[in-house]
């Protein structure tokens, strides 16, 4: 069976089915990516949510939007629970697949902040349930009730899940909100020492207690564990470019662009794409560096993916 997951041209009388997913399709894609960290599996999620959605008898359901959004949060924690697993034998350390996003999705704070790569790395910290619970009420503002449907538990348990989940993000997330100009002036500053190899200027940009992860996937060269410290970072990012990347010597660029609706750079190497770097940054310093090398993370940094949370 075809599916319409790709968004084609206007249809002159879709069916009901395909036109109520078409038109929450960007949602659910929102809600499976914040729940898996990985723009692949949600498109998995996505067409097995379609594959389900046809089977539905549409006069039975009173709102197809909370109808999907169960079928999308049940498939991403069934894909969530085996992403798991493969992220045990993972090669170094794990990091959300970033996505080239248009530049509104900066200008809606709230949404920019529940795709960063910050805050992907926190919800990586709970449990598949608590995940679940925790992006369907905070992000999403769905009610106790339809999400103790989605996640098969009481409305009380729910409640409690929520709670847990609330406290465990508070107590790991950024500690403030900047907004993107902020970040945008920081990242502009560490390219510049970058380009120019100013070891004292990127010690300037970078907070002391600043942390550095690579993901290579096994495929490319990345630190197996985060670096810690602004002399480790900086001695390792300055290094990097010569050492750290294949091709020693070779030319390389640094294009600002926006990722997961934050500022972020993209790195060539020689004219090839080698990487993505996304920022957190507080009180105008550099706290978290996220460098994606894994080739099997870049496929979504050339065209822009729309995201909603409505």
């Known amino acids: 069976m075809s599916t319409p997951l790709s968004a084609p041209g206007p249809s002159p009388s879709p069916d009901p089915a395909t036109e109520t997913f078409l038109a929450h399709r960007n949602l659910l894609f929102t809600v499976?990516?914040?729940?898996?960290?990985?723009?692949a599996d949600a498109e998995d999620v996505l067409q097995e949510t379609w594959l389900r959605w046809v089977k539905v008898d549409l006069a039975q359901v009173d709102d197809r939007r909370a109808y999907l959004v169960r079928i999308t949060t049940r498939q991403s924690l069934n894909r969530l629970r085996t992403l798991q697993r493969r992220k045990e034998s993972y090669v170094g350390s794990w990091?959300?697949?970033?996505?080239?996003?248009?530049?509104?999705?900066?200008?809606?704070?709230?949404?920019?902040?529940?795709?960063?790569?910050?805050?992907?790395?926190?919800?990586?910290t709970l449990s598949p349930t608590e995940r679940a619970v925790f992006v369907l009420r905070e992000i999403f503002d769905v009610g106790y009730d339809e999400i103790a449907t989605a996640v098969d538990k009481s409305p009380a348990a729910v409640r409690q899940i929520a709670h847990?989940?609330?406290?465990?993000?508070?107590?790991?997330?950024?500690?403030q909100t900047v907004p993107a100009s902020v970040t945008r002036a920081a990242l502009a500053s560490f390219r510049r020492v970058l380009e120019t190899g100013d070891l004292q200027g990127l010690l300037d940009v970078l907070a002391p207690d600043v942390v550095l992860i690579g993901d290579g996937g096994g495929i490319k060269h990345a630190a197996l564990r985060p670096t810690v410290g602004a002399a480790k970072v900086a001695r390792f990012m300055l290094g990097g470019i010569g050492k750290h990347v294949e091709g020693k010597g070779s030319a390389f660029t640094v294009t600002p662009t926006v990722v997961n609706g934050t500022p972020g750079l993209l790195i060539h190497i020689d004219g090839e794409l080698d990487g993505v770097m996304t920022a957190r940054v507080e009180s105008a310093r550099i706290t978290g560096l996220y460098y994606v090398r894994n080739p099997e993370k870049l496929h979504r940094v050339t065209a822009e993916t729309p995201l909603t949370l409505r």
């Not at 499976?32 to 723009?39: C, H, I, V």
């Not at 989940?165 to 500690?175: I, S, T």
């Open 32 to 39: 499976a990516y914040e729940m898996l960290g990985s723009a």
């Open 95 to 124: 990091l959300p697949e970033p996505m080239l996003t248009a530049p509104d999705v900066a200008e809606d704070v709230e949404l920019a902040e529940s795709v960063s790569t910050a805050m992907l790395l926190v919800l990586e």
């Open 164 to 175: 847990r989940a609330r406290q465990h993000v508070e107590a790991r997330r950024p500690r």
